[in-house]
């Protein structure tokens, strides 16, 4: 987790691979990040996003909480109604 | 119960934090107490099957990870109607229930309700120790 100081756009790692894809096959990678990996009784895709938390900004890694119990809440967008 | 909760959408952190101080804080003292993230451009929520591309956003979707990093369990909605965190609590008590004792749970579980512990004496006797109606 970089501190580095606040700019306005701050890159992430996004989607994180690992084991899953061949990095040897090139131009494959672009397919497998295109495709759903989410499944019951497999593997969370992890990744790496940037956050807003405590009043601050950090980049947040899913793996990061590995050996907890975590639940992922994707909404619409922040000021939506329901 | 001790759940982390890391809730995403595709606005920025910037969006995030007037949110919380704007909206969220008049909502629950002291803010939400989980990070809010920004998924720009729905890349991770492509991988979880949520992200609408017509209207570019994350759509409504909640996944439970056990503590080996697998996923247990998911629900993904169009964004007009609400989730149902009672379900959702109920789930999380299932699973770390059959996660510590190995029993499993039924339809309607809640906690000290029945469970059953599977095996092959079990095999075409559950109407003997369940029974529809406690679904409900």
Request: hydrophobic share 40%.
């Amino acid at each position: 987790m970089s501190d580095k100081p606040e700019g306005c756009v701050k890159p992430t790692q996004g989607p994180i691979l690992g084991a899953i894809v061949d990095l040897e096959s090139g131009p494959e990678i672009q397919k497998e990040v295109s495709m759903v990996q989410a499944r019951v009784g497999k593997p969370a895709p992890d990744f790496e996003l940037s956050a807003f938390i405590g009043g601050g900004f950090k980049n947040i890694k899913l793996s990061d909480y590995k050996g907890k119990w975590i639940v992922i809440c994707f909404y619409p967008g922040d000021f939506t109604f329901v | 119960m001790g759940v982390t909760i890391l809730a995403i959408s595709t606005d920025s952190r910037f969006s995030h934090k007037i949110w919380q101080e704007e909206e969220l804080s008049k909502m629950v003292e002291g803010g939400v107490p989980f990070p809010l993230l920004s998924d720009a451009g729905g890349r991770v929520g492509s991988i979880y099957g949520v992200y609408d591309e017509d209207a570019g956003v994350d759509i409504r979707g909640r996944f439970l990870i056990d503590p080996d990093f697998n996923i247990r369990a998911m629900e993904v909605m169009t964004p007009e109607v609400g989730r149902n965190v009672m379900e959702l609590i109920r789930q999380v008590k299932a699973f770390q229930h059959v996660r510590t004792t190995g029993e499993v749970t039924p339809a309607g579980w809640q906690p000290g309700k029945a469970t059953l512990k599977p095996g092959p004496d079990l095999a075409g006797k559950v109407w003997k120790v369940w029974k529809p109606d406690q679904a409900f």
